[in-house]
């Protein structure tokens, strides 16, 4: 599980958030502080996930006494990340699957799929097995899905064990709502326990983990760069309210908020952390 600091913080890395460059300054700030690599099952575990192994290795005053972090992305500017990565990695593995050997193709990874709650039937069925369709394997299907404008991927996003492909690597398949990464194992998404930094507003994150290096934006579209607005239609927005429809909202509540936690340094001072 994401956890660093001997337990001390969880992060809960939502696909498409800037997750890899948090945790890379987490995990080489833990280093630097000598204290050991820390590990997780799935890079994109929900807190769903992470709450159950918590509890197991540290104990419920731990896990009610940790503190929670995780960035949260424009749901559009999100979805739209998504649609280009799809895109570039669908082409990718069509490309090279003439190089690889039967076995190899389409692999599906269960410790970094992009889909929340993975149960351990769903790790033995899948894992490391190949799981491909149509979309991913024939030429036809692969051209088409690369020719997909956003307005008519969004159009077409179907999602894994309730609509479309059997198969989780189907391209088609949509991004869960970061919700859906958010909610403990009572189902609820307690917003007293969690810390939301938006990934445009990312230095307020730095500023709330003082001590930590300086978080790289890496793999993140910017917006002066390419604006999401130039890809989406009335249609489409109107379909990304549907999915996405908690994430706007939540979005929109941390964009307005202007006051941030006081800041933390990790790792606390046990002797200290005793006496709170």
Known sequence: MPTFFDGELVFVHIPKCAGISVRSALANYQLSE?????????????????????????????????????????????????????????MMNFQSSSTLKPEEEQVFNVTSAAHPYI????????????????HEVDEPHVEEFDSLSF??????????????????????HMLPPQVRWLNDTSGNMRMDRLNLFLVDRLNELEDFLPDMPKIYHRNVSRKDK????????????MLLNQLYGEDFKIYEALNR??????????????????KQ
């Not at 149960?119 to 149509?134: G, I, T």
């Not at 307005?151 to 088609?172: A, F, L, Q, V």
């Open 34 to 90: 000598g204290l050991g690599d820390p590990s997780w099952y799935r890079a994109h575990e929900s807190l769903f996930e992470i709450q159950t192994n918590f509890i197991e290795k540290w104990g419920i005053e731990k896990w009610e006494s940790t503190t929670i972090v995780s960035t949260f992305r424009h749901p559009v500017d999100r979805a739209v990340s998504w649609w280009k990565f799809r895109k570039k990695i669908n």
């Open 119 to 134: 149960v351990p039937e769903d790790y033995a069925k899948y894992h490391r097995k190949v799981c491909s369709c149509r």
């Open 151 to 172: 307005h008519d991927y969004i159009g077409r996003m179907t999602t894994w064990k309730e609509s479309g492909c059997e198969n989780p690597n189907c391209p088609y």
């Open 226 to 237: 390419e604006d999401y607005r130039e890809h989406l239609t009335t249609e489409s927005l």
């Open 257 to 274: 908020n202007s006051s941030r936690p006081a800041p933390i340094r990790f790792p606390m001072n046990h002797t200290e952390r005793k």
